[in-house]
């Protein structure tokens, strides 16, 4: 006992099951917000195996439930997870894409798949043709490995902004926890664009500009709501600007980057069917979409409350109602202003739009935002409040997106 040192006495420190609470450092000029100044930031190999278990966990609760409330004579699990659009994308992988406008017996304009963007179906035509897997399986395993992308982009980046604990919160609420999460795991291109909005977010948060943009225009061939990530790059670019004083090329051909996917593909789609405005039309034609600055949402919300007693038309409107309180909390002086753009503008393109409202919440899956404020509530709790809360609302998230598709008779 006596060559014993002070640091032998010491008792081995207990395991934790979710990083500790790191002291807040709001206000302080140069510090992110709930980073402890000094600390050290948890290696790629720890982050890998958060993400990993969340993934496996999420993925297992979901699909669990998802089983048990799947009918014995009815479609699958598998059936039910390549459902809806997933059918459009798997048609578009193994057939291309149609050769113009289509109209029916009429002459009326009908939607076609000219309406989809293309980067999700061709990854799967990629997956299909180098393994010779059936294109409906390329399809999921494509959205499987981008959701882990995803969830590995969205962790590092909720790391260097909030710390450990906030960011493994946040992945499980991403995860597992918000309504209409079961879209990850479907042959939906959702999880795909929150991989590469994520990662071109994380790189412009670390100033790697050529990356950030060339991701953003990725991501601008594969969902149009990457106008949200546009206009975030434009707001780190406007930050570095002011941090440094002056122009730099890399940055601003970042920002010219990330504006050309989009527009690409629209105008690949005009040429093809012979009129600038196809895509527009196409997606008036078949699902009634177009800019209409919230009427429609406006006009579900007071029938919803004022009439409707039916579940999905109630608990979407609460659901939706939630997100847009929780989006203006996360407008705290401590956030980083290119996620708060990115966030808000998918939300706002979500609800400024007249499209099903049954389908909003499914549109939201990739905003990541509105999910920051109870991940940072949690993360200031005791370790057995956030296992509770994150296992109720991860029940609650996986049932309800099971019941959206085996209940639910419409498109999600």
Known sequence: MA????????????PTPLPRPARRTEGRPGVRAGVRPGARHPGLARTAWNVSAVYAVSTAVHL??????????????RERLLAWDGLLYISIAEDG??????????GELTGNNLAFFPLFPLLARWVHQLTGIEAGSAALLVAHLSLLGALLAVHRLLIRLYGPRTATIGLVLLAGAQP??????????????????????LFAHRRHWLTAGSLALLAGLTRPAALALVLALVC?????????????????????????????????????????NAWFEIQQAGWGTHWDNGAAFADFLTGVFLRSGEWVPLSTAVLLVAAVCATALAWRRDAWPPLLVYGTTVLVLTL???????????LLVPAVLFLIPLARALARTSDRSVVVVLTVSTLFGSWYGAHMLTTWRYAI
């Open 3 to 14: 060559n014993q040192t002070q640091t032998d006495l010491r008792p081995p420190l207990a």
């Open 64 to 77: 669990l439930i998802l089983a048990a409330m799947t009918a014995p004579h009815g479609p699958g699990v």
């Open 97 to 106: 894409y149609p050769h113009g406008l289509t109209r029916d017996q009429n």
């Open 180 to 201: 209409m999460a079961l879209t990850f795991l479907m042959a939906y291109s959702e999880s795909l664009f929150l991989a590469l909005a994520a990662a071109s977010l």
């Open 236 to 276: 780190a670019v406007l930050l570095e600007i002011r941090r440094t004083g002056r122009l730099s090329w890399r940055p601003l051909t970042s920002v010219a980057l990330a504006c050309a996917g989009t527009p690409a593909y629209l105008a690949w789609v005009g040429n093809r069917s012979g009129q600038l």
């Open 352 to 362: 400024g739009q007249s499209n099903f409202y049954h389908s909003k919440l499914r």
